[in-house]
């Protein structure tokens, strides 16, 4: 099936709209009784939602899912052409990510995963483009010139950072890390930058932008030492569980278990194209109402949808002002993320930074197509003014600024336009996660909020993702139990 989402270009094509994906669901809804009252409507199928109402359903529960989208995956979702799979989203997980790790061992999928660099032939460099000009060098030198950058960016402690945030999955933060929210990356820059040489200051900019797809000033830098610490306070862990696991068969090769399970329970009701436009606690029950009128009714709600358009839905009561001063700030991350199958063979162990001159600044050869071409995954931020869709041609100008490369193909999806995301994956500025973060996990009566965006440990990824859908599950679970068994 094709999904409206994501594009591609190809010369003999151009640039089309909709790419095609596993993650499609035909036919569209499965509700049978227009005037079923659930336990429980979760809004929105990313991976946060898909959690929830699998978990609810497996625990008993009536469920409704509601998502705007023809397909399942939200932010994390692949599309397969001509036998390849293209991450349009989130990609990477590891077995450093616990409740991501769990749900991959669930389905039995550990032997589908594969490394996506691969050094073991081709041109076997790394190009790094500054200011100051352009060379290749070793992956040996680039890991040393990163880590060396890297280290020293973190080592606010002198134990690279180890002691200010000991316990990464922890939701009380240390009044002691706290104080690095009020700090952007651009001042961390400038608290070292006498000690960091001229291609480390490019490298550490190059791979902490990666992270926010934003700007040094806009950067909280508590996220990123957040991230660091996940991350085993090391660039080695940075790049095992950042960037280097992913799945054979794409990621909705993986979402789809989900749905199958939670549909498997005979308690799933579904509706797809719905996008949700009010959502009505009457203390009784909560009421959804979808944009094209149809109303939907359940004891209890749980909004899966993210952070920067929690504001866009009109929730009665209102959201509380912690909820929408964090979604009016809005993260940062304008990721556009750009996938080139090219016919240079030698390109696959080639990666590259080119920082601060060019709308796309990391690169890396992320896989070979069936037809034996090379499949290049290129980052920039929108606010590079990279609009892929409106120019495409300096788009693959963007591309061959990293290095020269014989385009066939070119497939993304434009996450700062995307109206039922308005970002990719979180990324804070200064300040919003000390200030919000209890207020965006609260619930609000009948209505409980999950989401990647404000788990307490991957925040930001799929596996905050899964956190949060069954954090979510269990409450709404619970309070069902309570409200029903109270006379025992
Ligand atoms: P979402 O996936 O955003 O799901 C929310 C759902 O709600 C969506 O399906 C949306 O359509 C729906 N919705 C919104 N509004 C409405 C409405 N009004 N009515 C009905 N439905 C609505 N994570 C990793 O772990 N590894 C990676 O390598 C990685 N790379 C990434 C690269 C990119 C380009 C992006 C964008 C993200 C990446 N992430 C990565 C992050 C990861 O994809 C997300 O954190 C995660 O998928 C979020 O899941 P979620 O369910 O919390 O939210």
């Not at 994906?21 to 809804?29: A, E, L």
């Not at 990510?97 to 995963?113: A, K």
């Not at 480390?200 to 990666?210: I, M, P, S």
Request: glycine share 8%; charged share 25%.
């Amino acid at each position: 099936m094709t999904s409206r989402d994501g594009y591609q270009w190809t010369e003999s094509s151009g640039l089309v709209k909709g790419v095609p994906s596993i993650g499609v669901i035909q036919p569209p809804t499965n509700i049978k009784d227009e005037q079923a009252i659930y336990d429980v409507i979760v809004v929105g199928a990313g991976y946060c939602g898909l959690t929830a109402a699998r978990d609810a359903a497996l625990s008993g529960l009536k469920v409704l899912l509601l998502e705007a989208r023809d397909r399942i995956g939200g932010r994390s979702w692949s599309s397969n052409i001509e036998g390849y799979p293209f991450e349009l989203g989130g990609t990477w997980v590891s077995w450093g990510q616990p409740h991501v790790w769990r749900e991959i061992s669930r389905y039995d999928m550990r032997n589908e995963l594969e490394i996506s660099h691969d050094y073991s032939r081709g041109v076997n460099h790394f190009s790094l483009n500054s200011a100051s000009g352009s060379r290749n060098m070793s992956h040996e030198d680039e890991d040393r010139l990163m880590e060396s950058a890297l280290n020293k960016f973190a080592n606010v402690d002198g134990q690279h950072g180890r002691t200010v945030m000991p316990f990464p999955h922890s939701e009380s933060y240390s009044p002691e890390a706290a104080k690095y929210d009020k700090m952007s990356v651009a001042d961390r820059m400038e608290q070292i930058k006498d000690d960091l040489s001229p291609d480390e200051h490019t490298v550490l900019l190059g791979f902490v932008l990666l992270c926010s797809c934003s700007t040094p000033e806009k950067t909280s830098f508590y996220e990123y030492l957040h991230w660091w610490a996940l991350c085993n306070y090391s660039y080695e862990y940075c790049i095992e569980y950042l960037i280097k696991y992913k799945f054979k068969g794409g990621q909705s090769s993986f979402a789809i278990n989900f749905f199958k399970e939670a549909c498997a329970t005979g308690r799933l009701s579904y509706a797809f194209n719905t996008p949700v436009a009010t959502i009505k606690d009457n203390g009784s029950d909560v009421q959804v109402t979808a944009r094209d009128g149809k109303i939907y009714k359940a004891a209890r709600l749980i909004s899966a949808i993210p952070m920067n358009i929690l504001k866009d839905v009109a929730f009665s009561p209102a959201l509380i002002p912690g909820k929408l001063d964090a979604s009016n700030r809005e993260h940062v991350n304008k990721c556009v993320k750009i996938h080139a199958e090219v016919r240079d063979r030698d390109l696959r162990s080639w990666s590259g930074i080119t920082y601060p001159n060019n709308s796309l600044m990391y690169a890396i050869g992320d896989g070979t197509t069936p037809s034996g071409n090379t499949h290049i995954v290129a980052f920039g931020g929108s606010h590079n003014n990279i609009q892929p869709e409106k120019d495409i041609n300096k788009t693959m100008q963007a591309l061959q600024t990293l290095t020269p490369m014989d385009i066939e193909r070119v497939v993304f999806h434009n996450w700062a336009d995307d109206e039922f995301a308005k970002g990719a994956w979180f990324f804070s500025p200064p300040g919003l996660v000390t200030e919000h973060l209890e207020d965006l996990r609260a619930p609000q009566g009948n209505m409980y909020f999950a989401n990647s965006d404000w788990a307490v440990g991957w925040r930001s990824f799929i596996d905050g993702a899964i956190e949060e859908g069954t954090r979510a599950a269990l409450a709404v679970k619970r309070d069902i139990d309570r409200t029903r068994f109270a006379h025992l």
